[in-house]
């Protein structure tokens, strides 16, 4: 592998079929092999072991990649999940997205997306005015892929996220996943909770509010959650079902990290992003 080229490194790892985990990096080429070994070690230490790892390398060319900011990021205290889905409504509709569609996705999360009530494995896109889904295959959505911290931004946001109490590698992809979709063509935002039925963090977030997270959105045990995009221009769907999956992004600068107890501060304060 060529040192001066730029790599994508995905790694997914399954038993039976099913997802256990996965994570990727941009690399140059003389990093590659390092970052295969940090992506296999995050499969190990789990309750179910993959039967089957795919680590999948694309060559990305000479040129480095495209660069978007990263998301501001705020962690709004909340007491319950009703609160934490309630706030983040508001921050998207802060955002210019119409309360039927926030509706109708929080439903689609709420009681799993996919046909027969399961999880997506990727992303809903939904008209921001309407709230039709417009995703076309409703099982698979779309995937977010090809998209890093750039390295001096890493340890920036590492640090940032320390010092706020969230330290895990998580919170960290996630937000550079968010700030990637927020980059893309005619998004107005996106609302997230994990379907892991042992994490009930989630957020909203757009350029307009920036990452609003959400320590509580659902309770402990309940294994409904995903990922909807919503968009505001439908004739951009495909550009921007393109660039989710093929554009490659470095994430850089990293954005601020604080915490709040009062959602208006927040929107009032990342409006200029
Ligand atoms: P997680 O926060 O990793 O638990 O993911 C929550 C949900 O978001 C998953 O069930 C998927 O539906 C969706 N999702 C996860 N990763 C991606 C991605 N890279 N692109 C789009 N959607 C994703």
Redesign the pocket.
Known sequence: MNATRYYSVRMHASCAGDHIS?AERIVTGDRIAETMTLLLDRTKGRTSLPDRTVVTIDDLGPARPQTIPALNLTNVLVDAPAQGRSLAKHVLIHAGIAPQAIEAVMEWLSNG?APGGK??????IVDAATGERLEPDQGR?????RFDWNAASEICIREKLNAVGLSHH?TR??LA?ASK?AGGPAVAGEL?????PD?QA?YAASRATGYVRFPRMKNPGNVH???A?FLQDRSRLQSLIEY?ELRAVLIEPAGSCSEAADLKAVLGANSRR
């Open positions: 996965g997306a999880n997506m494995r990727g992303a809903m959505g779309i995937r977010a892929s998580r992809e996630a996943l979709i997230c909770w994990s379907d892991d994490y989630g959650g995903g990922r995009l989710l």
